[in-house]
Antibody, heavy 119, light 107 residues
Framework: EAQLVESGGGLVQPGGSLRLSCVAS????????MSWVRQAPGKGLEWVSD????????YYADSVKGRFTISRDNSKNTLLLQMNSLRAEDTAVYYC????????????WGQGTLVTVSS | EIVLTQSPATLSLSPGERATLSCRAS??????LGWYQQKQGQAPRLLIY???NRATGIPARFSGSGSGTDFTLTISSLEPEDFAVYYC?????????FGPGTKVDIK
């Protein structure tokens, strides 16, 4: 059974950095595009970033472009999100998600990791 | 950017009733639209992909229809576990976008 486990969330000050990780199991990680989707407290879902199977194709929401970097290590079945210059509006639960198609819809989701940006 | 609008914002129904949820796109997304269910405190779950295909393990009471700009998710007879928030998402073009959600609650 496919499983995605995120880690790395926490409290960070505005302007700070954080790196999220997502470890995948139960499927051939290198065969699937992967993504980050976030959800601010009490709000709806917001797409953040996608990465292709090889990592050669990356896509970002305008709200994070230039500040966030998505990457993957297929040898370690791991998806990463480096978040710099964090703002209060980046506060959200960040979900790692597996693409079932490309461009993606997401057929597997992690449990999410909470990022709080506050002084 | 393709904007998705969902209606109604809230749908109050009783178990056993039929639920009809709408998602409208600001421009054509062909059939590249999916539906998710999210329960409180849980990650979303894919119900329908590419307008009308049920995802693995999804009960037959969930069905999707539509193409272009107008889409519908139908739950034929609500079970107690179906009361949740439902989101549509388009995969026609980046940036990918989600609708604001429809909450189905118990009347």
């Amino acid at each position: 059974e496919a499983q995605l486990v995120e880690s790395g969330g926490g409290l960070v000050q505005p302007g700070g950095s954080l790196r999220l990780s997502c470890v995948a199991s139960g499927f051939t990680f290198s065969n699937y595009g992967m993504s980050w989707v976030r959800q601010a407290p009490g709000k709806g879902l917001e797409w953040v970033s996608d990465i292709s199977t090889s990592g050669g194709g990356t896509y970002y929401a305008d709200s994070v472009k230039g500040r966030f970097t998505i990457s993957r290590d297929n040898s370690k079945n791991t998806l990463l999100l480096q978040m710099n210059s964090l703002r209060a509006e980046d506060t959200a639960v960040y979900y790692c998600a597996k693409a079932r198609s490309w461009p993606p819809l997401y057929d597997q989701w992690g449990q999410g990791t909470l990022v709080t940006v506050s002084s | 950017e393709i904007v998705l609008t969902q209606s109604p914002a809230t749908l109050s129904l009783s178990p056993g009733e039929r639920a009809t949820l709408s998602c409208r796109a600001s421009q054509s997304v062909s059939r590249y639209l999916g539906w998710y269910q999210q329960k409180q405190g849980q990650a979303p779950r894919l119900l329908i992909y590419d307008a009308s295909n049920r995802a693995t393990g999804i009960p037959a009471r969930f069905s999707g229809s539509g193409s272009g700009t107008d889409f519908t998710l139908t739950i034929s007879s609500l079970e107690p576990e179906d009361f949740a928030v439902y989101y549509c998402q388009q995969r026609s073009n980046w940036p990918l976008t989600f609708g604001p959600g429809t909450k189905v609650d118990i009347k």
